[in-house]
């Protein structure tokens, strides 16, 4: 052993190098801690260091120009002549103001507060004193104390007064002549300074017009603005910025590094050194209405507001985060949690698409959403109210009858009275049911003609279509016509023969009669001008042309009868058959023959032979009538039978006739959910067959089945509601992937809808947002105002598709808009009108007529009710009342109109205005007449614009008026001229030559030409006419 | 081989403590047993030397001669517990910097977690419920384990064995302590946190937590495997089955005490109701392995069925 080994290691070995070594690391660590506390977890620090940086570097640059712009207004004679005679004006009252200053700040303000001090003691020791007076329990105490009260009253004070020129004076002071002279101090003051405002009115006026003038030409930011942000920043001191909102409980702390998010200065991102995070909020108008102090930043872009330790973490793309922030494609996802019932959401346009897909490509057929395609369900609704109401009504029936017969029996007269009078109430009540019963009835009509389907009916294929056709149309729909509406179902050859075969065999036998053929050239030019192309394209790949609400029939010659395509362009809602929900069929004559009933079915004749219920008369297709007469049909079908590929040809498939192959078909039919969209016979009654998805978003991720591809969804970033929605819309059988499924039936069955990737961005936003709202429901959007017929308008404005032909809201562009044709500045004007402000426009009891029947008139149909000179024609949707009703309150509500609509009262004309008003009406400097149709056909021929006799019924005084005066304000482009009327004093008078009669006319020459038009009659037309006929010769 | 899930597993912030577990359990264990053979060799040695045996003298650093027979604690002991304090400070400092708490997503009362796992001390407990009726698992056993716990004080006779490391004195409490807290507590923890994955399936490492997973499993009850199908029968059969078992267990931790001298001489000091007590305990012990067997290899779900409880 060596001497080392010999020593006692536990007395003699040192730790001195294992202390130092972990001493050091303890230091270490302590700064790590040190280091982990004060930046690792606060990562905004660096942020907002970088913010400051950044946005003062920015400003050193944007503040010359803004300061330039801003000398130069100072320097503008018209700002100098605005700042002289506001000094002028201060200048003359400055010797009095002066004066009342000085008697205010050196003689009465001084004395006041030296006399206060004194007169607050004595006041306070009477004070007690009363106080002790009024709990003395005896008078004799009181009496004492009063007497006490009245020595003090007249004791004398000894104050010290200061004089203005700071010398003081004695002066002695009983307690009542120190409470008047403060008094009066305090009004004399009171009187002084309301004296100094009067005087200093002039400038102070002056001066806020001398700033306004420089606001009002400062176009972003003042310099003053500029000058208090670069304060706000030399002041900048590092912390959270949070929005708490109090009553919901909501902690945002974005702004604690989206530090730029309200700047006053719009900052982009190039501005801020490329730095997406510090650029101002994109849309400030939505930050009005969504005030982020109200609103907080998460309820509308989810994420971790609470959280500040990293980004991933406040953006809330964390795995226990249950609400991420939306991705910048699906932002809007935001809107729909709080706007669910909107259909247009003003600002949304990817919700808005994606609501329109939903709606279109016929997802709510399989898949109930609140709000879409409700009709049905009201429907249900309605009768089940309606069964609830008769059977009340049968109950109180049966205890008026009981009560009258106890009443008979009764032995006491006052008893008899009673039920007597129980019974008679029991009847008021119950015509009051009726009264209920009979506005459900109403509606459960109007519910019946609201019900539309995605797809075609099928039950008329066999009139309708080429035999042929049908197995290949169900076999590969996409492939046939690309961009079609139907999707494709992944279907065998055995399955698309049985689908076929049923669909053929379940086909109703409706006649048709036979039709001679039209003339395709005039058929093509009714088909390109009559509107027809609003909704439908024509043309394949890029020669594509027309709307895309309906099918694109390049290809209709190919699969179409003429016969049936002649009836359904004439009126696409007639049936063949009439359908009736209550005994689950479909009428044949024979119902009808066997009841006594003439064959006869539609919107006037609506009730069953057979039982008397609400019949299906009409197609439940939203497509409207043209009104067109049977010849134009005529030759529109004949052209669309000349649409078809070269050497089309279908294969024959002699199974659609077997027999053998309806009930497996049928079971296929019912299995893929294709009455969801078309009318089926026999399936009518088909519920939904997917899932709800009114709450999608916020099902728990673990409920959607990512099936085997959960584990790469992980791995690949995409295991959340987005990456599921996005995977399955793109490829719907996506999640049977791997997946042993030998049972075709057990396979997932959305088909494909061949989505492009901006159609699935705009579905998943609306999936995404359809949440389970976190939000108390005062935050949601369910106005009580004007706004709610607003969200109802939009549904059936979407609906028919009336964008399609009018712009009904700024910038919006119709099919006519796009189409080549209507770009010929000839055929500009023979666009339909813009619906922007037609609410202040028309009547509101004119506009459900003219929607109900757009002709106007009850016998010659096919004609404009308005414009008469335009191609394009207003159809005729067969609205129902509810609908009617909604669309008209949707139009008032979008001008702000009041309800209900109470017209204005205009002065009678006297015999000379109108005479004068004619004068002018059909003079040459006026030629109104040129343009604007009087309903006489000789002189509508060369009309361009409306008749102008309907007016009175048609119009709003208020909006003729300002049309008149500047027509091209409300409506940029239009063909009416713009500065009829000068400004004239206080009123408009005619801008050009006059007619002699106008001498001397005193009142406004607009208004003239207002009450003239909306007091017209008959007479004056022929007399208007003669005039202008007389002009018109010379 | 899945690593990505192995990762997922280990990095958890909540079963790191289980990963540590694993690599300091068997590290100290080796080193606790490496100084008491040390000490058992030294004690073999002094014992031999007729100056040194039956002194009190040093256990860890063997005295020699010239050195001090006893330290003070100040400084000796402390210095070094100072040092230890250090090191447990920095290894909790770099620990809560770099490991937060592992906070999951708001309850939902309509969705259960899977797997849902309790607090990883508690895992145990919970993998118990897999072999165990709930009332057995969760009560009568978690009691009994504080219940023996709290016993053993009042049970061990051996008076040797204090303040310094050895084996060979106490070799039957180092066993009873390996087998009942390393083969049971420890290896059901780590069990239930590392192998059992969704639907408290049996995942080895590696293997993906698949939540569609489907495996076949028909556990049956013994008497059901012996074609016993009334109550009563079900109630003797069971209640013979364990009877058995309680024998063979007693006769065999009997054995295990009575190999050697040592063992006859504790259990001569013993008294009676010290030695059921222990027998009671250990028999209890070794039915949890039983059964545990029974359950994984057999696919046993009960041996002895009652109306009032399951074993």
Redesign the interface.
Known sequence: MSELE?K????NSS?AR??VI??V??MV??A??LW?EAYATRPWKSYQSRFVKLYSSYLKTARPSAEDAEKKIRASSEYLRLDKEMQAAEKSVLAKVTEIDREVNQVLVPQSLALNEPFQEVRSSIGALTYQIEVASSEKAKQSLRAEIEEIKKDKVTVKLPNPDGSMKKVEYTFPQMDKDLLDWKAKKAALLLQRVELMKPASELRARRDKYLSDRIAEVSNETLAGVERKLAAFSPGIRQIHVKDVDLVDRCESCHLGTREPVVLTKAAMGGEAMFTSHPNKDLLKTHDPEKFGCTPCHGGNGVATSSVDKGHGRH????WPMHHKENVEAGCQQCHSGEVVTEMGDTLNAGRELFRLRGCMACHRYEGFDKEPEDLTGVNQQMRQLEQQKAEWDREAGFTIQKADKSKDNAEAQRLYARADDLKVKMSGLDAKIEQLDIRSRSLIREIKKVGPSLKEVRSKLKKEWIPVWVKDPNHWRPGTKMPVFRLDDEEVQAISAFIWQAGVNGKVPPQPQGDAERGKEAFETRGCMACHSMGEGSAKQGGTFAANLSREGEKANYEYLVRWVHEPRERTLPYCPYEKKDLTEEDYKRNGAPFVFDLEHTRCPNDGHELQVQQMTPMPSLRLSIEEARDIATYLMTRKQANASLPAAPYLDDPKLKARGQFLVRNYGCAGCHEISGLEEEQRIGTELTREGSK?I??LDF??L??DAA?EGWYNHKGFFEHKLKDPSVYDKGKEKENKLERLKMPNFNLAKNEIDALATLLIGSVEPNIPARYQFKPTDQRQDIIEGWWVVRKYNCMGCHQVHVGQTTVFNTLTRYQDPDWKDQRPPSLIGEGARVDPAWLMRFLNNPAQEEKDLNRNGVRQYLKARMPTFHFSDGELRKLVRFFEAMSSQAQPYIAQKLDPLTEQERTMARQLFSSEGAPCLKCHATGDPNHDKRATAPNFTLAKERLKPGWTKRWMIDPAMMAPGTAMPSGLFQRDGGRFIFAGPTPASFQGYQKDHADLLVRYMFQFTQEELSRLRASAGAGAGR | MDLHQLWTILSTPDNVPIVLLLFVIPFYTWYGLRQSFANDRLIAQLEKDPVMAKTHHRKTQPWRPGWAREVHVWPYLLRIEFLAAIILTVILMVWSITLNAPLEEPANPTLTMNPSKAPWYFLGLQEMLVYFDPWMAGVVFPSLIIVGLMVIPYIDENPLGNGYYTYKQRKFAIWTFLFGFIALWVSMIVIGTLIRGPGWMWFWPGMTWDHNRLTFDVNRDLPDIFGIKNRIGKILFGGIVVGIYCVAAWIGVHMAIVRDAFGKKILARMSLLQYATMQLMLILMLSLPVKMILRLVFRIKYVWVTPWFNI
């Open positions: 010999e006692d290691p536990v007395v730790l294992p202390m972990a001493s690391l303890l660590s302590l790590w801690a982990d795995k226990y985060w249950l728990p673990e409920r099936a085997l959960g584990h791995k």
